[in-house]
């Protein structure tokens, strides 16, 4: 589905990152993945793939540092001279109250989430113009949609991303390029094995399927996303939940 595709992962070391990763693999496109703090994961990664005989190579940069994402993206264009797909799946989350929500929490949140997104977009499109053809996926929540108790700050980073998406959509219709967002409500990754038990339960109880998603059900609606099947589509939020009504 993928072939002759080059694709950024960003936050690939871990979770729907790493599912995303290794499907798209599947599907043949050559990959960079990106990492912050996981060197061992994301090269054991990087090795799974390239035994399946796909080109991938993992790239440290923090995202919500400009100069670090710069230089990424020089070695993307030096090693592989084009990027079709940038997927834009790195995040944090800290939850709080708001009344009890540190300056520093917020600040981070934000440079992580919403600049690192943004830093992204930026370089990615860059490369992407001229092409007319690109496809930018962002990673965000159902939290950005709908908000939940003791998660203001990540919700913000999310309907920040969710902003970033829909309108950056209507700018770069005209180079070619298609941004959209996936919305993943619950899903089973070491972000959700932070959150409190009876917080998760209650999540997992406010979903229509009863159970918690799996990476790779985000993963594939990425995969489509990624894909020529959806060359008309750009500018939307799909949720992948479960029908989660919070
Ligand atoms: P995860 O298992 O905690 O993995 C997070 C990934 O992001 C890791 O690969 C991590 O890399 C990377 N990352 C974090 N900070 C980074 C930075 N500053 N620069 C570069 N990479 C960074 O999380 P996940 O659950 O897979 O979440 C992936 C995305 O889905 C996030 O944007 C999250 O907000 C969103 N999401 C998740 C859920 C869920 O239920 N899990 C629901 C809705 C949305 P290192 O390990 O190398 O630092």
Known sequence: MLNGKTILITGASRGIGRETSLLLARNHAELILNY???????????????????????????????????????????????????????????D?????????????????????????????????????????INVSSIIGRYGNSGQAVYSATKAAVIGLTTSSAKELGQLGITVNAVAPGVIDTDMTSQLKPEFKKKLIDGTALKRIGKPVEVAKVILFLASDLSDYVSGQIIGVDGCQVV
């Not at 060197?39 to 440290?60: W, Y």
């Open 36 to 94: 912050n703090s996981s060197e061992a994961e994301v090269l054991k990664l990087a090795d799974e793939i390239n035994q399946m005989g796909v080109r991938a190579v993992s790239v440290k940069a923090n995202v919500s540092d400009r100069n670090q994402v710069q230089a990424m993206f020089k070695k993307i264009r030096s090693e592989f001279g084009r990027l079709d797909v940038l997927v834009n799946n790195a995040g944090i989350i800290n």
């Open 96 to 136: 709080d109250l708001l009344l009890m929500t540190k300056e520093h929490v917020y600040d981070n949140l934000m440079e992580v989430n919403v600049k690192g997104c943004f830093n992204c977009m930026q370089f990615a499109t860059k490369m992407m113009i001229g092409k007319e053809r690109g496809k930018i």
